[in-house]
């Protein structure tokens, strides 16, 4: 799968990957709003003959002020560095958010980090960018720096859904919490998938001829707890539909949230492997059943319930 080179520093990059024009922002979700903001900095690249590349940050700045928060990504660094590279991107600074970034001004991260570290030419942001210390700088103040150091800057306006609401990581984290994938989809330009390693469960689905590949959450946001219509792609390419459970499993509490992932038609050992898994729609919440029997009766129902949605998708 085509990704954008990730570069993970800002001290001592290589000649080579100076003198881009960047888009500047923590990008989680590269949702159509983020597309944008990229679309400027490809004008600019485009015009001064210069890579086109994304600065963000890692970990999310919200996880270094909030260490204790809930988990709220919308993707990991690999997903972000696929999504950027249909969108022209070739190289992805993934900047170390840490005590020494948190701390810089807005002053200094333009000129250490931006002018000097990372040598741009260009630099776009979102009307409602902020960078530095207690957020003080804003686009004015980034066009202002950029003047003195050599940089041009552009300013993505605010974008808007059909109904006026911004396209937004938060609006995308809203609707994933009410289940409404569709939206999601919308904001995003493409479903909300998870990605994550197939992990040995308790193997009951098995008993009842439901095998499921088992994958953890991580830090991933968590949706409506419930049941998905799915597609999953496969390390090798291959993507196959399939019906998701997401949550704690009401009859067995589980501890940790999990997703347990049918793939129709599919019986082979995915232990240790990688799936990209997209949750197409939201199909139920969670239950409890009167026993393995009921279960089973309603996973059919939710199989069946699937493939449908997906023949339409």
């Known amino acids: ?167 937004s990581s938060s609006a995308v984290r809203e609707a994933l919490k009410a289940g409404d994938m569709a939206r999601a989809a919308a904001i995003l330009g493409r479903p909300f998938a998870i990605r994550g390693e197939v992990i040995h469960g308790d193997k009951r689905g098995r008993t009842i001829g439901v095998p499921t590949a088992n994958i953890a959450l991580g830090d991933y946001m968590r949706p409506a707890y419930g049941v998905y219509a799915t597609r999953s792609r496969l390390p090798d390419g291959r993507v196959i539909d399939g019906v998701a459970s997401l949550g704690v499993r009401p009859m067995y509490a589980l501890e940790t949230p999990l997703m347990e992932v049918w793939l129709f038609n599919f019986d082979s050992d995915l232990y240790g492997q990688t799936l990209d898994t997209e949750l197409v729609a939201w199909l139920r919440g969670e239950e409890t059943f009167d026993g393995l029997d009921a279960l089973k009766t309603q996973i059919d129902a939710d199989a069946a319930a699937a493939r449908f949605v997906l023949s339409r998708s």
Do not use: C, N
């Open 1 to 167: 799968m085509q990704i954008a080179r990730i570069w993970r520093d800002w001290r001592e990059v290589p000649d080579a990957l100076k003198g881009a024009a960047v888009a500047v922002g923590a990008f989680d979700g590269v949702h159509r709003g983020h597309q944008a903001v990229i679309a400027g900095a490809r004008d600019a690249a485009e015009r001064l003959s210069a890579p086109l590349g994304v600065v963000s940050f890692d970990p999310h700045p919200r996880r270094w002020f909030q260490k204790d928060a809930a988990p709220f990504r919308l993707m990991t660094a690999d997903q972000m560095a696929e999504a950027l590279a249909p969108l022209g991107v070739d190289i992805l600074y993934l900047l170390p958010f840490d005590a020494e970034m948190a701390g810089m001004t807005d002053a200094a991260f333009a000129e250490r980090v931006l002018a000097e570290g990372l040598g741009i030419r260009h630099a776009a942001v979102g009307f409602d960018f902020t960078f530095g210390k207690g957020r003080s700088g804003s686009p004015e103040a980034l066009r202002a720096y950029g003047e003195r150091l050599g940089f041009t800057v552009s300013v993505a306006e605010r974008l808007d859904d059909a109904d006026g609401l911004k396209l």
